[in-house]
């Protein structure tokens, strides 16, 4: 059988991001046709059905558009992952991304963006007093203890709805623009996931203090943390520990609301995983996977099998 350089398959790629983003606007249409913004009463259910459209847009692509020549489930990385070692990339994912996160708020203190009130949790407290006050027999210490517990199975609680966004994201295009190279692949993937989130960035999600450019923080951020959930994806060929990483990122983010001073504000833009002061654990923990020579990864499962696709031929480069 004669083996041909990869390629990249332009319709799959183009049809994918159009309809990713088609259905992201549409989905997101009401929150602007109405006026109201992030107040309007569906919001809560909008927000949700938006992270579904990559994995539409995935399905459409891979089972009418043009279907992968080494089946979904391999193209998509729908398996647990391959090789030894798959499990620590899941570990990673669910811990490492997680104390990632939990970090974030102090390098902000470090940096003086931040103040962190650790014993008596002011700032929290002051927004459950606002919101009707703590509930019979609770503290607001205990509160915020089970907040930081169910941050542990937030990867699980969280999995439905970054599925939704993975599989495209991780599970489809990246692996989709690996001919390109592995660097190429991770920032073009991540600065597109960062745009896709545009319809709802520019009503001030993440970013309210920054309307006009929040959405190029969020191109930043996700790059950012796309390289560590896209490092996962192509090391195990799977794309469940970036469902998992995803998980863990939004479960764990609230943490800066838990921990700020009563009377003090904070910018997104620079704190937590939204902000640049999160942003310096992963780019270190970058650092020394290129160091290590983790990344690029070495004989990348999905690299190769898209090397052992056969060279196609004039017909179907015709058709």
């Not at 203190?109 to 962190?116: E, K």
């Not at 966004?165 to 920032?187: D, K, S």
């Not at 469940?240 to 009563?262: D, Q, R, S, Y």
């Amino acid at each position: 059988m004669q083996t041909a350089k990869p390629q990249l398959d332009v319709k799959g790629i183009v049809s994918f991001i159009v309809l990713a983003s088609g259905l992201g606007w549409l989905v997101v249409s009401p929150l602007w046709l109405s006026g109201q913004g992030l107040q309007h009463p569906l919001v809560g259910l909008i927000l949700p059905l938006l992270m579904f459209t990559p994995a539409l847009a995935t399905f459409i692509v891979t089972r009418w558009i043009s279907r992968p020549p080494q089946g979904i489930r391999t193209a998509t990385g729908l398996r647990l992952g391959k090789g030894y070692r798959w499990g620590w990339y899941w570990l990673f994912a669910w811990v490492g991304i997680t104390l990632m996160v939990f970090a974030s708020p102090f390098v902000a203190a470090l940096f003086g963006v931040y103040q962190l009130d650790l014993q008596a949790f002011s700032g929290f407290a002051a927004n459950v007093d606002q919101a009707g006050g703590l509930p019979a027999g609770m503290s607001v210490q205990m509160i915020v203890l089970i907040q930081l517990a169910t941050v542990l199975i937030a990867p699980i609680l969280n999995g439905l709805f970054t599925f939704g966004e993975e599989w495209g994201w991780r599970g489809y295009l990246l692996p989709q623009l690996l001919p390109l190279g592995q660097w190429p692949a991770l920032l073009i993937s991540g600065v597109i996931w960062g745009l896709w989130h545009a319809p709802v960035i520019l009503l001030g999600y993440n970013y309210p203090d920054h309307l006009a450019t929040g959405w190029l923080i969020m191109v930043a951020m996700t790059t950012v943390w796309g390289i560590l959930l896209g490092w996962t994806r192509l090391a195990t060929g799977s794309v469940w520990p970036a469902v998992i990483g995803h998980g863990a990122l939004n479960g764990a983010a609230g943490i800066v609301f838990l921990l700020h001073a009563e009377g003090t504000t904070f910018d997104t833009a620079l704190v937590g995983v939204t902000g640049v002061t999160g942003w310096i654990i992963p780019l270190l923990f970058i650092g020394v996977l290129i160091l290590t020579r983790q990344l690029p990864v070495r004989n990348a499962p999905d690299a190769a099998h898209m090397a052992a696709e056969p060279a196609p031929t004039v017909s179907q480069v015709a058709a």
